[in-house]
């Protein structure tokens, strides 16, 4: 019999449990455990959608009238091959931040805007703010500008362990009318796969 056409369609989850969830360099959590997980949907075409959320304790560590402990994304994009390996993507997140707020308190749900371009284990991104930024009055129009590598060094050590990846960072975030608060951030590591863990 005929093979059944492959679907345009793809379908990928994940979850997680970490020792904290750091967001641009930043622990959402006061350093402690983070449950994560999303789901995601893609088109052969480009087109992408997806959700994702974790627990945070941030609205509330800094303010004990505030009652929401849960970050929930939405996303949608469009990625687009380039010639000579690279890879543009254009998109929109949304973050949410579910809970009870007291009177005045400025909502720290946030619209971005991103544009990125990766070409084989470098990566570049640009995410721009429609909205008042993560709790920030009068913050649309900031922004943040992300460098990203992940080189994969060895494909597979032996059948214990997996290949090995190093990777690293580097970010600057910007608050418009807010600029006390800018800050950049750098991330450098090491990964590999032991017995599928």
């Known amino acids: ?17 970490y020792s904290q969830y750091v967001f641009r360099g930043i622990s959402q959590t006061n350093e402690k455990p983070a449950l994560q997980g999303g789901f995601d949907l893609g088109h052969k075409s480009g087109f992408y959608a997806g959700t994702w959320a974790s627990n945070v304790s941030w609205l509330s560590d800094g ?40 009177s005045g308190y400025v909502k ?4 971005e805007l991103y544009v990125g371009l990766a070409w084989k284990w470098l990566s570049a991104k640009y995410s721009y703010s ?14 943040y500008w992300e460098l990203n590598a992940s080189y994969d060094v060895v494909d597979k050590v032996n059948d214990a362990i997996g290949k090995v990846t190093v990777f690293g960072h580097l ?7 807010n600029g006390f608060y800018d800050y950049g951030d750098w991330k450098v590591g090491i990964s590999t796969e032991v017995y599928g863990v």
């Open 1 to 17: 019999a005929a093979e059944e056409p492959a679907s345009p369609h793809s379908f990928t989850g994940n979850v997680g449990l």
């Open 63 to 102: 303010n004990p009238d505030v009652s929401a402990s849960v970050e929930w994304d939405f996303y949608g994009g469009f990625k687009l091959p380039l010639p000579a390996d690279f890879t543009a993507d254009f998109g929109v997140l949304y973050y949410w931040y579910p809970g009870t707020y007291p």
């Open 108 to 111: 720290p749900h946030t619209t």
């Open 130 to 143: 429609v909205s008042d930024t993560f709790g920030f009055a009068e913050s649309d129009g900031s922004d």
């Open 171 to 177: 970010g600057k975030q910007k608050f418009k009318n």
